[in-house]
């Protein structure tokens, strides 16, 4: 049974599946919590989600990594994963970096401004203002 | 057959008046400068329009494209018999109004009075545009730019009276502009870039009889707000906050006038009396028209406001000019069109008086006026030559569109619309003579305690003890009152407007065979 | 130098945004200059890059670093690109020069701050507009929203809160359309729209097509602030510091409507999901124009108003993707330019309106005709634009999508354009009558919250000119629309029209 679900997660749909529910996870924490911090959190995950979807869709079964050693020639273009995705995901991952950290640096100011985190705890404080 | 001429003129005679507004605005601290302006741009637009009737007179029409404005459709102007009229009659009642308006504004210092001469200036910009243009969508632009350039007019007063009033104006005429809006793409959708045709052309499109239906009656929600058919008049009494001038515009020069002109444009050049009889829509049309007629003079017997009773006389008056443009038959067509100059000179002179009694005594209630003409001897004769003939009284400027227009129901094969135009003519008399009997024969109240009264509210006080009104708002009613009572007889006197209605009249029935002479 | 254009007007701005906090330490007045030059420099290239396209007759495709594609990023100034980024440099020339007032008294550590991120910003949208690459595309999205969160910010407290749910929403919208173009890039191999206009159409009807397309809409959707993924609006346009937001406002949601229309249109067809999705945003945008209009005639804050109103009016844009005929294209594009005039002209109003006076709330505007004269002109002018009435530019976009909805048959969205049009001008003519009220006050009112006539200039002439330039520009593109479709817009219609 177990081996199973590791044959099918190693094989079939399952890793896509994980991925999807890691996403919607994140969505979920996005739309469902009040904390703004839980938010950014949440968001990060739903980054994290897609990045891995596109390091799956560059796996190929009984490939190495696209690196080339001192001295090796470039053999069959089949026998590397594809390249590309790992590439772009470099940069979403700045750019995932540069989101938490400007969203961090805005969380801090909404601490000091008003002494929580909790959304409506905020919008509260807010209307009091 | 007929010759084009192609020329810039009916532009700047357009654009005269824009360059006069912007003038106005610059020199708002100089007042009569600012007032020169405005008479020297009337003047000028005035000899613009006259410089193209010869060429009209004689068979010609005039055009100028000056750029296009739209995808395949260009700003044109194109200056046939019925434009020139309407360009004729609005730019000449402007030099008038002109002169009236600064007597008014004198008398009165409502202050702020560039925005007010300024938005004169573009509303005649605008209602040039609407005599002049050549397709729909030029005639929207300008139609539109007419409603916009009014409302600085209709609130001027700034009270909250005004202010309602405004809103209601503008409700009305927004929601009309929009409807006229999708009736102008349609028809664009339908026939692409197609102009004012006279006789019509949609009859070719191949669209359904239905549609058809539907266009005609978006076209007349959209133009017949302006000209005030009933159920659509609601706004023209209320918009009677504004200053005097200002109405005797809305209602005789400008705003209603262009409604009127585009029901008759829009049956005669738009669809034309063959697709009317097709569609069976004209009969309804009158009808509307019919009781609007009837409706609004009974809702003028029971005014006292007096301005307000000249609307509700105006709504009845322009519904002569949709019954005839509805009856589409020749003789109701003229009667139509040249009910327009007929009104104009008519409705003018009233307004005048009004404004004129206003600034003068400060009296703007029917009850108030016993008297009155023995003061004002002058204003109370114009009134009485003007009311006389929207009476219809034969050798009077009203008698000729009335008849005309008598002739045509008959010719359409529906006498009981004559009935309609003799039940009108009662009641027209039924609600202005009480109004000159008590101004001549009526005993003044009791001048003591009125003065009293007035006194007590200071600023009135100067008012209890006057004359005849002052020249600049006397010589331009007697002006206009002389033209209504010799236009009667010499309809074609100086400006040929019987002329240029009946050239107008040909075209429209002849439609197929004109354009078959200019290809 | 000349045949590096399409990539120069976009590595300028970001250049000197990273200067600029650098020149700030050493002299706010060179730093100034230096981003002023800059953004001027990139609108000369971005006409430059415009007018030599028309003149070319096809595409200038520009490889970065001469990498061709699919290797390699393409940069494609075409007219429809090339129409964007002359809006984008445009708009961040003006606002530039309005934010100069506004900045007076500031240190040179936040003036050099506010050059760096509102020039990233700019980059971060000529990026989007220039590019031919879907990925790059993602990246420059994301440059410019961050250095947006960053000066919405800058707002005070309110907008701190406003900013950091923008950043929220944004990030996910930015996810979703990047998990939408992974799914275009495993479905063909590649992510150039030259080689995905060959290789995409015939992939797209399959699941992964329609999940794709479904994402890559939500994403734009919410960028674009489409009903009912505007939620992130209202509250970031009314605390966003007023040179900022009338460049946010008149640019951003348009970029994204813009590359919905790129994708959608130039990169898909429209045809299967695409053609699915479309009528989908349809109907939001149908109903998210009524929505805007009516949620703003329930405000009483001029800021919040106008930020609904956006809401209403981007929408039309939309309206005229879901359309779909030339005309409606036509009339999107045109309302892509039409709506970046008008609304930030009355950005730059409200943001002078406060600057000079403080007063924000609808009522509070009594008296300001007077007192603010040209300004409150140019708010007349802009009123008519948005309610659609001749001869200002918003007339001639509604007649386009008008006509557009009457040849295909779309007879509720013709009605939705007309209400749409009579609600606008409720809202609006509240302000006129509070405006332009005299002496009568309502009751509740007292009488010194009348504003006294003017004394004096009215506005620095920094902040006056963009304003005057803005409402002369808008009657004068209505005037001149033919021309600008026959000789540009016409060029920026799809090459497969259905």
């Not at chain 3, 595309?137 to 809160?161: K, P, Q, T």
């Not at chain 3, 299967?272 to 479309?278: D, K, N």
Request: aromatic share 12%; glycine share 10%.
């Amino acid at each position: 049974m177990a081996e199973g679900v590791i044959a099918y997660y190693l094989t079939g749909y399952g890793n896509w599946w994980l991925i999807g529910i890691l996403l919607l996870i994140g969505l979920w924490g996005i739309v469902a919590q009040h904390n703004l911090l839980k938010k950014v959190m949440a968001l990060n995950v739903m980054q994290v989600a897609v990045i891995l979807y596109y390091l799956n869709a560059a796996q190929k079964s009984g490939t190495t990594l696209g690196v080339l050693r001192a001295g090796e020639k470039v053999g069959d273009v089949a026998a590397y994963v594809n390249p590309l995705p790992h590439a772009l995901m470099l940069t979403a991952i700045v750019v995932a970096l540069a989101i938490t950290g400007v969203a961090l640096a805005l969380l801090l100011k909404v601490y000091r401004a008003y002494g929580t985190l909790e959304e409506p705890e905020v919008f509260r404080r807010m209307q009091q203002q | 057959m007929n010759e084009l001429v192609l020329s810039n003129v009916p532009l700047w005679a357009v654009l005269v008046s824009l360059v006069a507004a912007g003038l106005i605005l610059l020199l708002d601290k100089q007042p009569n400068i600012r007032e020169a302006v405005t008479m020297v741009a009337a003047v000028i637009k005035f000899t613009l329009v006259l410089s193209m009737l010869p060429t009209v007179l004689a068979g010609g029409v005039v055009e100028a494209t000056p750029l296009y404005i739209a995808k395949d459709i260009a700003l044109q102007f194109r200056v046939d018999a019925f434009g020139l009229l309407f360009a004729l009659l609005a730019s000449g009642l402007w030099i008038v109004t002109s002169v009236y308006s600064i007597g008014y504004m004198r008398s009165l210092n409502y202050g702020h009075e560039t925005g007010y001469f300024a938005s004169f200036a573009v509303c005649l910009s605008a209602a040039m545009g609407i005599a002049m243009s050549g397709n729909l969508l030029t005639f929207f632009i300008f139609y539109e730019i007419l409603t916009i350039a009014t409302y600085p007019l209709v609130i001027h007063r700034r009270n909250s009276e005004a202010v309602i009033g405004g809103r209601e104006y503008m409700v009305y005429l927004l929601v009309a502009g929009q409807v006229l809006l999708i009736a102008v793409a349609w028809a664009h959708y339908l026939a692409p870039g197609v102009g004012f045709t006279p006789g019509g052309f949609l009859a070719d499109t191949g669209a359904s009889l239905l549609a058809l239906q539907i266009l005609f009656v978006l076209f007349i929600i959209g133009v017949g707000v302006k000209a005030a058919i009933i159920p659509l008049h609601g706004w023209l009494p209320t918009a009677m906050v504004a200053p005097t001038p200002v109405s005797a515009l809305l209602h005789a020069v400008a705003v209603v006038k262009a409604g009127a002109f585009a029901v008759v444009r829009v049956t005669g050049f738009v669809f034309g009396p063959e697709l009317m009889a097709e569609l069976q829509v004209g009969t309804i049309l009158a009808w509307f028209a019919a009781v609007t007629i009837i409706f609004a003079s009974l809702r003028a017997l029971s005014e006292d406001h007096l301005k307000r009773r000249l609307a509700y006389s105006t709504v009845s008056q322009l519904s002569y000019v949709v019954l005839g443009a509805a009856l589409a038959t020749p003789a109701a067509i003229l009667g139509a069109m040249f009910h327009i100059v007929a009104h104009a000179f008519m409705k003018i002179t009233l307004f005048f008086c009004a404004g004129a009694i206003y600034a003068t005594s400060h009296k703007e209630y029917i009850s108030q006026l016993d008297g009155l003409g023995r003061k004002m001897p002058f204003t109370f004769g114009a009134f009485t030559v003007a009311s006389l003939a929207i009476t219809g009284m034969p050798l009077m400027i009203g008698f000729i569109s009335k008849w005309n227009l008598g002739v045509g129901a008959v010719e359409a094969g529906q006498p009981v619309f004559i009935a309609v135009l003799v039940g009108s003519a009662i009641l027209n008399t039924a609600y202005f003579f009480p109004i000159v009997y008590r101004a001549y024969f009526g005993k003044p109240q009791e001048e003591a305690a009125h003065a009293g009264q007035q006194a007590a509210h200071d600023h009135h006080g100067h008012y209890a003890d006057h004359g005849e009104a002052r020249p600049a708002m006397l010589y331009p009613l007697l002006i206009t009152a002389t033209m209504a009572f010799l236009l009667g007889i010499l309809p074609n006197l100086g400006l040929h407007f019987w002329d240029l209605a009946n050239m107008a009249v040909d075209e429209v029935v002849k439609g197929g065979l004109w354009l078959a002479g200019r290809g | 130098m000349n045949a590096h254009l399409p990539i120069l007007i976009i590595v300028i701005p970001l250049v000197a945004g990273m200067l600029a906090p650098l020149l700030a330490f050493f002299s706010a007045p060179m730093a100034r200059g230096v981003v002023l030059a800059s953004a001027l420099a990139v609108f000369a290239g971005s006409v430059a890059a415009l007018l030599r396209v028309l003149e070319m007759g096809h595409p200038w495709s520009y490889y970065l670093a001469g990498w061709p594609p699919p290797w390699g990023i393409e940069y494609v100034i075409d007219p429809l690109s090339g129409v964007m980024v002359t809006l984008v440099s445009f708009f961040a020339v003006l606002a530039l020069d309005f934010a100069g007032p506004y900045l007076a008294g500031r240190s040179a550590r936040e003036k050099g701050a506010f050059y760096a991120l509102f020039m990233l910003t700019a980059g971060g949208l000529l990026g989007m507009c220039a590019t031919g690459d879907l990925f790059n595309l993602f990246v420059f999205l994301e440059i410019c929203s961050l250095a947006a969160y960053a000066l919405i910010a800058a707002g005070g407290r309110r907008s701190v809160v406003a900013a950091l749910r923008y950043l929220i929403i944004g990030s996910v919208a930015a996810c979703m359309y990047l998990l939408g173009i992974g799914y275009v890039y495993v479905m063909t191999g590649s992510l150039n729209m030259g080689d995905l206009t060959i290789l995409l159409p015939p992939l797209l009807d399959s699941p992964a097509g329609i999940l794709a397309v479904v994402l890559i809409a939500t994403g734009l959707a919410i960028k674009t602030a489409l009903f009912p993924l505007h939620g992130w609006l209202p509250d970031t346009y009314s605390y966003t510091p007023a040179p900022v937001l009338a460049f946010i406002a008149a640019i951003t949601t348009k970029v994204s409507a813009y590359a919905l229309y790129r994708i959608f249109y130039f990169v898909a067809e429209t045809a299967g999901p695409v053609s699915a999705t479309l009528e989908v945003l349809g109907w939001l945008a149908a109903a998210g124009i009524l929505f805007g209009s009516l949620m703003a005639i329930a405000q009483r804050d001029f800021w919040r108003m106008l930020a609904y109103s956006s809401v209403g009016q981007v929408a039309y844009i939309v309206l005229g993707l879901a359309i779909g005929n030339s005309l409606a294209l036509i009339g999107a594009v045109l309302h892509i330019i039409s709506h970046a005039v008008v609304k930030g002209l009355l950005f730059f109003i409200a943001g002078s309106v406060k600057w000079q006076t403080g007063i924000r709330t609808i009522p509070e505007f009594i008296g300001m005709a007077r007192h603010m004269p040209l300004t409150m002109g140019a708010f007349l002018v802009a009123a008519m634009s948005m309610i659609g009435l001749p001869p200002a530019i918003g007339f001639f976009s509604k007649w386009y999508l008008v006509l557009g909805a009457v040849e295909a048959g779309r007879w509720v969205f013709v009605a939705v354009l007309i209400i749409s049009s009579l609600l606008t001008a409720v809202y609006f003519f509240r302000v006129i009558e509070f405006a332009y009220l005299k002496g009568k006050r309502p009751e509740d009112v007292p009488e010194a919250a009348v504003l006294p006539p003017k004394t004096g200039p009215e506005l620095p002439a920094r902040m006056l000119v963009p304003i005057l330039v803005l409402s002369v520009g808008a009657v004068v593109l209505g005037i001149l629309n033919e021309p600008l479709i026959q000789n540009v817009i016409q060029y920026a219609l799809p090459w497969r029209l259905p």
